[in-house]
């Protein structure tokens, strides 16, 4: 059974750095089949993709977030992180990490899902 | 980017009913299309993939169709706990995109 959990803090203050990790069980973190996702979803609106990266090192990232944004994978602990910076009120939003089905060369749907985390940004 | 737009943005259905939604692409995406459900308080869970295949677990009520820009999620026999709010989300091309949802309410 795959499982992931997000974990941070649910406040960062604005202009601040946010950091998010998603532990990961029932799977590796170096399976072949997943990159490693993180989506938000502001209340009230649909998901929003952050960006993705494979345990062998491939990375991709909402261009609308691209200076901004960072995802790593850390296969020793089996989780993966996400970093934001420079956030606003407008970054405010439930933060999900999740699999992202990966098979011949392409990227498809999200299988998997964390329960999700809110975070804040307050002063 | 691709963006979805889904339709309509409510339904209002009774338990035993169909249930239809429809979600358009800006342009093509081929059959790269999911649909997910989402209660309040939840995570979006996968129902659909590639159009039409029903993920692990999902009853055979659910059905969806299409390709191109245009596709349909039905939901045959609407039963208490499909409440929710439906979203698609394409994955022929970067960023992957969703849909702003359908919430189907009684």
């Known amino acids: 059974q795959v499982l992931l959990q997000e974990s941070g803090p649910g406040l960062v203050e604005p202009s601040g750095t946010l950091s998010l990790t998603c532990s990961v069980s029932?799977?590796?973190?170096?399976?072949?089949?997943?990159?490693w996702a993180w989506v938000r979803q502001s209340p009230g609106k649909g998901p929003e993709w952050i960006g993705a990266m494979h345990s062998r090192g491939s990375v991709v990232y909402n261009p609308s977030l691209n200076s901004r944004v960072a995802i790593s994978v850390d296969p020793s602990k089996n989780d993966f992180s996400l970093t934001l910076t420079s956030v606003t009120a407008a970054d405010t939003s439930i933060f999900y990490c999740a699999t992202l089905y990966y098979s011949s060369g392409r990227c498809h749907h999200f299988d998997y899902w964390g329960q999700g985390i809110l975070v804040s940004v307050s002063s | 980017e691709i963006v979805m737009t889904q339709s309509p943005a409510t339904l209002s259905v009774s338990p035993g009913e169909r249930a239809t939604l429809f979600c358009r692409a800006s342009q093509t995406v081929h059959n790269y299309l999911a649909w997910y459900q989402q209660k309040p308080g939840q995570a979006p869970r996968l129902l659909i993939s590639?159009?039409?295949t029903r993920a692990t677990g999902i009853p055979a009520r659910f059905s969806g169709s299409g390709s191109g820009t245009e596709f349909t999620l039905t939901i045959s026999g609407l039963q208490s706990e499909d409440f929710g709010t439906y979203y698609c989300?394409?994955?022929?091309?970067?960023?992957?995109?969703f849909g702003q949802g359908t919430k189907v309410e009684i």
């Open positions: 590639a159009t039409s």
């Open positions: 989300q394409q994955h022929e091309d970067w960023p992957l995109t």
């Open positions: 029932g799977v590796s973190i170096t399976e072949t089949s997943y990159y």
